[in-house]
């Protein structure tokens, strides 16, 4: 009965994609997050039981544990997650690089409970199994697909069907290709037969309409790969009289011609009436993506040059989820010239391990890369089965060098693992005895009980720990909080602050943040109510702070908090703090000219007016593109800085302010330039400032 119900809840794990929290700051990621814990955190307490409780089914765990522990890729992965620990112990932020972030819902728990998935998926299924596995999933690809097109014929030029996110469908997508592949191989029966070559179809143009440029990108190489294999391992391999080898020549003949006639001919106004091709004309040395992406590209590599930071970093990186810390230090002010945003991850898979997993952690990544190729090109016979994992493998490493990981692709890459290694499995198993044949010492004795169930039971505990408290916790949280704020009644909040805050989960910088935003609309000098409530907003920031002291993206909050209630309040005292904080952030982005830019407002509004000005100039000659911006508000400012610079005669200053007032066309330029007349004489006639 258990094995039954640990099977179901591994089949159900195909429904992810579908998950939503609407009770979440991030509906998608942490549903789909809470859903597939929970799932594994049931299976591991479930496969426990059975473990200790069941010989017979211990004696075949230990048995293919056995062999398992032979297969090269296994080891790879055990690898991969061992330096993933490695770099949590030495994180620079280590909360986030243990918990992860509500956002991305990874951090070292998030590889962890997917290594969970890789165990239990080879362990507790066999090949029918995985079968299916994958029907599910193509029924759950033809709700996608389903969704998707519906918003596409409705209007919408990037649907992203239940994800929330056209890229996170494309890259999903890309597990549907490889899932009907494998059910149109296995010749279950017409009707499977014919649903997979339909969602085979439709997941590729589901592909296009994306728009996915990357993943459209990786479809094509996927496929390149797979006319190279038959090529080589299609020499006598026939279907309907129709060598494959010939074939494949001919196929990737046609696709280069027609890619060169695509190259040469990608401007022309054809292209552009076809969904997803007319994104990839787009493609080029002006690109602003491109640009960006280019620019993170060198960030990265100096966040891990040993010559910059050390030796431990270029090994082991600076943490899961601590890109932003890297991104921020060796921040290029020139990215503002394409995108004026924060990044948390490069959008490169590669690029993301290499900074918070320093060289081993692309070294081993690198090892399950080599390990998967080398089980699937040394396989004497080619196959349907083996062209669906190089196509879907080739695919999602294109589409994961130009996107970010997510659960919705992160779990078909462990599954694809954990059937690499069941299949190992299933080919040292001997039909005739019923059993799997020996590798070298098969005979199970206690020391293989106590260690592998040591194993399973820090894996239960692990598992069940996080799950209740941090995502259930997390859960219950944001919801009373969302609740809350729908009432909107600052009362009713204020008596139910404790169940919010408590206890300490990753929830708990979105909800102080967004409690931080929601009091500063209530700003009221008069209201002594409102203003405690303020009081306490900050105080759980600061808490959080404390908690939490390299969160660099909530420094922001808590700064620009500060320094809006300081002016918006007449309060001294906020806007120090603010000072304080926007201080702290810099030494975190020492060139990040928006938070130079904030920092010099908020010398502004306490009336340092020399501090201020060379903000502000700071920030623009680091980026004039940000000041082009800022150039409407700039004129407003600056003819402050005008006044105040004249009345004490200053006389560098004012020549300075008076520049950038003309550089950004400023509307009385000729009386200006009037003043500067006298002023370069030092002469300071009275002048009456409109």
């Known amino acids: 009965m258990i094995d039954k119900i640990m099977k179901i809840c591994l089949w159900a794990l195909a429904f992810t994609p579908l998950a939503v929290n609407k009770f979440g700051f991030f509906p998608y990621v942490t549903g789909e997050n809470t859903f ?12 426990l039981i059975n473990f200790f409780y069941k010989q017979e089914f211990r004696n075949l765990i230990i048995k293919k544990i056995k062999i398992v522990l032979y297969n090269p890729l296994v080891w790879a992965i055990l690898s991969f997650v061992l330096i993933f620990i490695v770099s949590t112990i030495f994180a620079v932020n280590k909360y986030n690089a243990f918990w992860g972030t509500l956002e991305r819902g990874e951090g070292l728990i998030g590889v962890l409970f997917l290594f969970a998935f890789f165990v239990f998926g080879l362990l507790i299924f066999d090949r029918k199994d995985w079968i299916i596995f994958f029907k599910v999933s193509l029924l759950v690809s033809f709700l996608l697909l389903f969704k998707e097109f519906v918003q596409f014929f409705g209007g919408d030029t990037r649907p992203s069907s239940f994800l929330d996110n056209p890229t996170f469908l494309a890259g999903h997508l890309l597990f549907s290709i490889f899932c009907s592949m494998i059910i149109f191989n296995d010749k279950i029966n017409k009707f499977w037969g014919y649903s997979a070559v339909i969602i085979f179809i439709l997941s590729i143009l589901g592909i296009f309409v994306t728009q996915t440029r990357g993943t459209i990108v990786g479809l094509f190489i996927g496929f390149f790969t797979i006319l190279i ?115 948390d991850r490069s959008h490169n898979k590669f690029l993301d391990i290499l900074v918070m997993n320093g060289f081993l952690g692309i070294i081993t990544f690198l090892f399950i890369c080599f390990s998967f190729f080398k089980t699937i090109l040394l396989k004497k016979e080619p196959s349907l089965l083996n062209a669906g994992l190089l196509l879907f493998f080739v695919s999602l490493l294109t589409h994961l060098s130009f996107a970010p990981d997510q659960i919705v692709t992160s779990i078909p890459l462990f599954v ?198 060379y903000s502000f100039e700071k920030s623009f000659n680091l980026s004039p593109s940000f000041f082009l911006t800022k150039s409407k508000e700039v004129n407003t400012i600056y003819v402050s800085f005008l006044k105040y610079f004249y009345s004490i005669k200053d006389k560098e200053s004012f020549i300075k302010v008076s520049n950038r007032l003309k550089l950004n066309k400023y509307a009385d330029s000729n009386v200006i330039d009037g003043i500067l007349f006298y002023v370069n004489k030092d002469i300071w006639p009275n002048v009456d400032f409109r």
């Open 36 to 47: 597939a814990r929970g799932l594994l955190t049931l299976i591991s307490i479930l496969f």
């Open 416 to 613: 694809i693992f954990s059937f690499i290694v069941c299949l190992f499995l299933y080919e040292n198993f001997d039909k005739k005895e019923g059993n799997y044949r020996s590798m070298q010492n098969n005979k199970i004795n206690k020391s293989d009980t106590i260690y592998y169930g040591t194993f399973f039971l820090v894996l239960s505990i692990f598992t069940s720990f996080v799950f209740v408290r941090n995502d259930l916790s997390a859960y219950f949280q944001m919801k009373k909080y969302i609740l809350l704020k729908d009432v909107d009644d600052p009362q009713i909040i204020s008596e139910n602050l404790d169940s919010i805050f408590k206890p300490f989960t990753s929830a708990q910088m979105n909800i102080r943040e967004d409690f931080l935003s929601y009091t500063e609309g209530l700003n009221n000098k008069e209201n002594q109510f409102l203003v405690k409530l303020s009081d306490t907003a900050f105080l759980q920031a600061e808490d959080y702070v404390k908690k939490n002291p390299f969160d660099i993206r909530f420094l922001v909050f808590i700064a620009r908090g500060y320094s809006n209630y300081g002016k918006n309040m007449d309060n001294e005292y906020s806007l120090k703090k603010g000072e304080y904080y926007l201080n702290k952030l810099l030494e975190f982005a020492p060139n990040r000219p928006d938070v130079i830019y904030g920092l010099a407002l908020n010398l502004m509004f306490q009336k340092k007016y020399a501090e201020s000005l």
């Open 229 to 343: 294999y038959l090529f080589f391992k299609g020499k006598n391999i026939f279907y309907k009289k129709i060598n494959l080898r010939k074939v494949s020549i001919i196929i990737f003949s046609l696709a280069i011609v027609l890619s060169a006639v695509f190259v040469s001919t990608r401007e022309n106004l054809f292209w552009q009436k076809f969904p997803g091709v007319s994104r990839i004309t787009t493609i080029g040395g002006e690109d602003s993506t491109t640009q960006t992406r280019l620019i993170t590209m060198k960030t990265s590599f100096q966040s891990v040059n040993p010559v910059n930071n050390g030796l431990k970093k270029f090994l082991i990186g600076w943490g899961p989820d601590n890109f932003s810390l890297a991104y921020g230090q060796y921040f290029n002010p020139k990215q503002f010239d394409f995108e004026m945003r924060w990044f």
